[in-house]
């Protein structure tokens, strides 16, 4: 009874952008689930074989410098992956031979402010904010706050990654290293 009351009030172009919006959030909040059950080839799987994972670094520069704020593809970066690099560095996680993550990090991904830019059929660009907290060992704490900016890519298995860029709020990393995935 209520739906129909929803359908006769509500144009369907916002019930279809309302459903798009719940299917985009789902997916990050199944992304963030895998990450923090450490489910890392199935987090990896998300991404296209065309991806681009890049994480730009942040500079502090005068107002009129902001556009050169972060660095940009090609030049200095935490990351500049693709979905090989990302494979490798999940298949190390593997190995017992990456020590910044052996014991493994326990980490919680707060994705927020999930906003859909541009719809243009195929694929979507999508922008979120995010918070990553990790503990490791006894009383190490890290805190990365941010937003990403992603191209999702509509498959016949769901969304999955074509594009991710990471931006930190941080200029200068506090952490002792950087093993996590954004």
């Known amino acids: 009874m209520a739906t129909a009351h929803l359908e ?22 199944h992304e963030a689930a895998l990450l923090d059950h450490q489910r890392f080839e199935e987090w990896v799987d998300l991404f296209t074989d065309d991806t681009a994972y890049f994480m730009p670094i942040r500079r502090t520069v005068p107002r009129r410098n ?15 992956d693709d979905k090989a690099t990302l494979v490798g560095r999940v ?22 402010n999930v906003r859909i830019i541009e ?19 006894k009383s190490e704490i890290d805190e990365w706050i941010g937003r990403r900016e992603d191209v999702l890519r509509r498959t016949e298995e769901g969304f999955r990654i074509a594009r991710r860029d990471i931006y930190l709020d941080q200029t200068v990393l506090l952490s002792q290293n950087l093993s996590n995935f954004f």
């Open 8 to 29: 006769t009030t509500i144009a369907p172009e916002k019930i279809a952008a309302m459903y798009l919006q719940y299917e985009v959030e789902q997916f990050y909040t």
């Open 66 to 80: 902001l556009s050169r704020e972060f660095t940009r593809p090609g030049e200095m970066a935490f990351f500049d």
């Open 119 to 137: 719809d243009l059929g195929t694929e979507l660009t999508v922008e979120t904010c995010f918070h990553l907290y990790r503990t490791r060992l």
């Open 91 to 112: 298949q190390k996680l593997g190995t017992g031979t990456a020590w910044a993550e052996d014991p493994p990090s326990r980490t919680r991904h707060l994705v927020t």
